[in-house]
């Protein structure tokens, strides 16, 4: 099976920086996505990584170790409206994609 | 971007009546859907994959003649939560993938909150 672990709680100011990590354990594993949810809404894909190292898209950054099993998400000049919460994802083994998602981060931001 | 559509965003229901919800996905064709179920501040735990023209396919734990799935067709699929008892209270979201941005990338509606009385 898998299993995803990623903290519950975050809390940080505007304009911060934040880092939400995301340690898995999965057989056949493809790829690392990370989804944002505002409460009472629907996910939004946020980033994939599917091999090691940093991708950037504008204030938000996604990390993937493939050999640690550990990604990360970074969000920069944190805003109010960024406060949600985080998924982690991995894709199961098996020919479709079959998504585990992690527990998920509540990403809370103070003035 | 890829639209999924969801309905009824909320609904409410007596103990022992069906609820059927929709899942559209309006400018694609999608032959798998996701159908999860999340409980506040939880998870998104997947409950079934929907396959346009054959059978769905449940995960473990979830009771296939409680939560009927139909995917009659390329652009729809249906979850229906019969004779519903308060502890189905949740809410229900799908998610499909778009053909032409890859398998990672779930696009998801907006969820329906199902409260049973």
Redesign the interface.
Known sequence: GQSLEQPSEVTAVEGAIVQINCTYQTSGFYGLSWYQQHDGGAPTFLSYNALDGLEETGRFSSFLSRSDSYGYLLLQELQMKDSASYFCAVRASGGSYIPTFGRGTSLIVHP | GAVVS?HPSWVICKSGTSVKIECRSLDFQAT?M?WYRQFP????M?MA?SNEGSKATYEQGVEKDKFLINHASLTLSTLTVTSAHPEDSSFY?C?A?HPGT??????????T?LSVL
């Not at chain 2, 501040?41 to 998104?44: F, N």
């Not at chain 2, 890859?102 to 969820?111: I, M, R």
Request: net charge positive; hydrophobic share 35%; no cysteine.
């Open positions: 969801q798998t996701f501040k939880q998870s998104l997947l994959t979201i998610s993938n890859g398998a990672e990338k779930l696009f998801f509606g907006s969820g909150q």
